[in-house]
């Protein structure tokens, strides 16, 4: 099974799509907060599973803090992220959770398909 992961800059991606590798899952990273397609995530790669992962603003400044973060260009990458939020199959907060929890979460919902 194919695991898109998807979210805003700093949500934690990266760690994510590591984790879920790490643990025998086919789990790739998707960009669509850079992208002006709304549904850029199921064009190239579709995945069989779609993860949003959130945070908020001053989370993001927190985690990334030389970053160019504007609150106009976190809005935009909101909007950008819409598509996502309405066909995610998980949404999980991640600005008071640690990596852990997020795999936690992750694999839980996962090993219940």
Not at 36 to 54: E, G, N
Not at 56 to 69: I, K, Q
Request: negative net charge; glycine residues 6%; aromatic residues 6%.
């Amino acid at each position: 099974m194919r695991v898109g992961i998807a979210g805003i800059c700093a949500s934690g991606k990266s760690a994510l799509v590591g984790r879920l590798n790490t643990a025998g899952y086919d789990a790739h990273e998707i960009a669509q907060e850079h992208s002006y397609v709304p549904d850029m995530w199921r064009r190239i790669h579709p995945p069989d599973v779609l993860i949003l992962l959130t945070a908020e603003y001053d989370t993001v400044l927190s985690r990334r803090p030389n970053s160019l973060m504007t609150p106009s260009l976190f809005a935009l990458m909101l909007r950008r992220l819409e598509h996502v939020r309405q066909h995610a199959d998980l949404v999980i907060g991640t600005d008071r959770l640690s990596e852990e929890d997020v795999f936690g979460q992750a694999l839980d919902y996962l090993t219940r398909l």
